[in-house]
């Protein structure tokens, strides 16, 4: 085996390493990171363990007061990737919010956008909590595409 270490994977907006098993490390002529992975079959691939994104400063209330109006997503189904161009679109459910505070539920609608331009635009919110292998706080973006009813 192989030891891994704790490493940001983006620092400051900046990509600043790739996670590597040997055979990757080994193709691209770089170092490897020990982030081997393997299913109940097939060769070994690439995976993280306790992937995590660093909280922000405002809880999930202070996201949605900051961006007024909007879609609280509690649900995704479905995802789709454009591998080549970072074409993301998910199937969700959750709830419009107005001025900050939750209007009506809503459900089968979809929401998409480019994952280059998600990263750049996210805000973290203060609510991580750590419950499985990769965690997350809440999470603000804007200008994504909403469709459904």
């Given at each position: 085996?192989?030891?891994n270490?704790r ?5 400051k907006?900046?990509?600043?390493t790739?996670?590597h ?7 691209l ?10 299913g ?14 660093e ?15 909007g879609?609280?997503v509690t ?11 970072g074409?993301?679109s998910v ?31 996210l805000?973290?919110g203060?609510d ?5 292998s ?11 595409s909403?469709a459904g009813?």
């Amino acid at each position: 085996g192989a030891v891994n270490r704790r490493i940001a994977l983006v620092d400051k907006g900046v990509v600043t390493t790739w996670l590597h098993n040997a055979a990757s490390a080994r193709q691209l002529g770089m170092a490897l990171t020990g982030h081997a992975s393997r299913g109940s079959a097939g060769p070994a691939g690439v995976g993280t363990s306790n992937l995590t994104l660093e909280p922000g400063d405002r809880d999930l209330a202070g996201l949605m007061s900051d961006a007024g109006s909007g879609l609280l997503v509690t649900s995704m189904f479905g995802p789709s990737l454009n591998a080549n161009t970072g074409d993301w679109s998910v199937g969700c459910s959750g709830f419009w919010f107005e001025n900050g505070e939750i209007a009506y539920p809503v459900s089968e609608i979809t929401v998409a956008g480019a994952l280059p331009d998600i990263y750049a635009r996210l805000v973290p919110g203060s609510d991580l909590e750590s419950r499985g292998s990769a965690n997350s706080p809440s999470l603000l973006v804007d200008s994504l595409s909403i469709a459904g009813k």
